[in-house]
T-cell receptor, first 113, second 115 residues
Framework: GAGVSQSPRYKVAKRGQDVALRCDPI?????LFWYQQALGQGPEFLTY????????KSGLPSDRFFAERPEGSVSTLKIQRTQQEDSAVYLC???????????FGPGTRLLVL | AQSVAQPEDQVNVAEGNPLTVKCTYS??????LFWYVQYPNRGLQFLLKYITGDNLVKGSYGFEAEFNKSQTSFHLKKPSALVSDSALYFCAVRPMNSGYSTLTFGKGTMLLVSP
């Protein structure tokens, strides 16, 4: 596909469960970003990858959040022991070398009960 | 640290009338500025950006935005609104001299275009 894809689109988890969210960036895009969008808010930065290197994880809200991109393409955001406050839409974006524009996927809506 | 303010939670306009969605920003140094649109249950769709050059930037679907450095603003405009323009609009900024393009977003403005 031509765009960024994310799966699953929707996830319901019981409090305390672990979840894994997948992002497939646009082919060839070096940079990959994860954002968290709470209800009624704008997206907030979580973490940034350049190829397989995680260069910035300053936005991850706690050590329960972990992201990886082992081969410099697909990325997974993992949330351990989910809490109700983790309920949000998780957006992935990618950008190509020399392009300032980030292209977003459709997001994963996570609901923690 | 950079920030973006979108002072209006909602903008209402009649179809065929011009629309403006306001955005002001704060950033160290010169900015890169972006507008994105979000339809229900969809991700953010890129509309336009200001990097350098002409202060009036033209983007997708007839939208344009004007960069005003003295007022630190980047308002989104369209001469004639369509009902299909109804959506949530986000302004975003990053410093030009940062090493990578992490964006800071505003809270969003809901645009409602009535028939």
């Amino acid at each position: 596909g031509a765009g960024v894809s994310q799966s699953p689109r929707y996830k319901v988890a019981k409090r305390g469960q672990d979840v894994a969210l997948r992002c497939d960036p646009i082919s060839g895009h070096v940079s990959l970003f994860w954002y968290q969008q709470a209800l009624g808010q704008g997206p907030e930065f979580l973490t940034y990858f350049q190829n397989e290197a995680q260069l910035d994880k300053s936005g991850l809200p706690s050590d329960r959040f972990f992201a990886e991109r082992p081969e410099g393409s697909v990325s997974t955001l993992k949330i351990q022991r989910t809490q109700q406050e983790d309920s949000a839409v998780y957006l992935c974006a990618s950008s190509g070398t020399g392009d300032e524009t980030q292209y977003f996927g459709p997001g994963t809506r996570l609901l923690v009960l | 640290a950079q920030s973006v303010a979108q002072p209006e939670d909602q903008v209402n306009v009649a179809e065929g009338n011009p629309l403006t969605v306001k955005c002001t920003y704060s950033v160290s140094g010169n900015p890169y500025l972006f507008w994105y649109v979000q339809y229900p249950n969809r991700g953010l769709q890129f509309l336009l950006k200001y990097i350098t050059g002409d202060n009036l930037v033209k983007g997708s679907y007839g939208f344009e935005a004007e960069f005003n450095k003295s007022q630190t603003s980047f308002h989104l405009k369209k001469p004639s609104a369509l009902v299909s323009d109804s959506a949530l609009y986000f302004c975003a900024v990053r410093p030009m001299n940062s090493g990578y393009s992490t964006l800071t977003f505003g809270k969003g403005t809901m645009l409602l275009v009535s028939p």
